[in-house]
DNA sequence: TTTGGAAATTTTGAATGCAAAATTGCGATT
DNA sequence: AATCGCAATTTTGCATTCAAAATTTCCAAA
């Protein structure tokens, strides 16, 4: 299945930066790189269009997509929304073993922060959005989600907090376990959505855009 | 740009039944018929199939995807939550002559409930909920939308209605003319969300799933 | 030196070609 | 008559080719 294959390898590159935000893509490079041709490569491409990871230019090829502040909060909101009602499905269909899963990744999530360790903090922390998706048992919500958080995990996961913020979110973190565990889908959803605001001002604050100026090679 | 136009066509030919729900797809007779050879048709059906309308089978070619129960509930949940979150940013964002425009839709379609026209009702029903989400400006948000509501468009605006229903989601209506008149956007969130759930039980009582006993054939 | 513009080169978009996989058709065997 | 197996055909996946568009190069003129 070479071009499943393909889509994944570039997706890769893309979010890890390999491919910088605005480059071009050329075509024929990436063929040699992938030892492919040309035909499985521009099918990727044009599927990565889509999620809005590639930008198509016609007759002037692809360039990986900038992430400006606009688009940043675009999909933070959307993420809020996405979450939210993620926590409210799940709160209807989780079972006890799971909430027990995101109870340990909470108290190891806990333990980072208290060791002031950011990256074992996010790593739970990813864990645990994760798992609430899962649990509301909907693919095209799982799917929407994994689309849209791939854009904005570096942002999301890299960002750093003032130690404020990181209480503040752990805070609500400890909110977000107690309304799971009495399966309070309502004050579940409502708790993420704030999490996630608060996320995305931080981001936003932070200035994690891609879009700043363009040197006239970018165009 | 024949690329995008193919997408378009077949995505057409997929939402019309033009193309029956779970029907192969052979490549040669669509080239055919859209006059195209099969490098754009493909580069479509890949497209295609990220937003769920197509199923691609390794070396067994396309077919056009069928609406499943379970594939109705998500889609109208996922649907539910992206439709609560727009309401609430369009409260933050919508003008007064977007409300203006809405509110002459929501009163037309009150007259077409009154006279028991069905179609006309659904065409400006569709419209508000349709500039309710563009109001949110948001263009991720949007697209989402699109391809999310395209999948169950036939289900959401075919399936009839019983007086009772058609009188309760005419009050629920009026209360989000209300809501957003007072930009009241959790309570808008809240009644949108409340008012999807009734339309996906509805939708779903109605059984209008596409996942009825294959034939043979149909392997 | 800088600018204008045409030719050469590169790159893109789509058609065609080719090998591998899957499907079909047909006949032999039970 | 039904079933199995194998060859013929079709269909798929990817590579290659070809034409059109864009980009670059290079040279002449201001």
Known sequence: MLHTEVVGAIRAMLLEGEIPPGARI?????????????????????VLAVDGLVQLLPNRGARA???????????????????????????????DAQVATIEAAHIEMAQHHRE????????????IHEAIVAAADNPVLSGLYESVTARIRRARYVTPMTPERWALAMQEHDAILNMLKRRDGFGLAH?????????????????????????????
Chains 1, 2 share one sequence.
């Open 65 to 95: 997509a900038k992430l400006t502040d606009k688009d940043l909060r675009d999909l933070f909101e959307v993420c809020q929304g996405l979450e939210a009602l993620a926590g409210e499905l799940a709160c209807e269909r989780i079972g």
């Open 26 to 46: 050329p075509e024929r490079e990436l063929c040699d790189k992938l030892q492919i041709s040309r035909t499985p490569l521009r099918e990727a491409l044009k």
């Open 191 to 219: 708790i993420l959505h704030t999490h996630l605001r608060h996320k995305r001002e931080e981001v936003i604050r932070a200035g994690f855009a891609e879009d700043g100026r363009m040197s006239e090679i970018d165009r």
């Open 116 to 127: 002031g360790d950011l990256a074992g903090y996010y790593r739970c922390n990813r864990l």
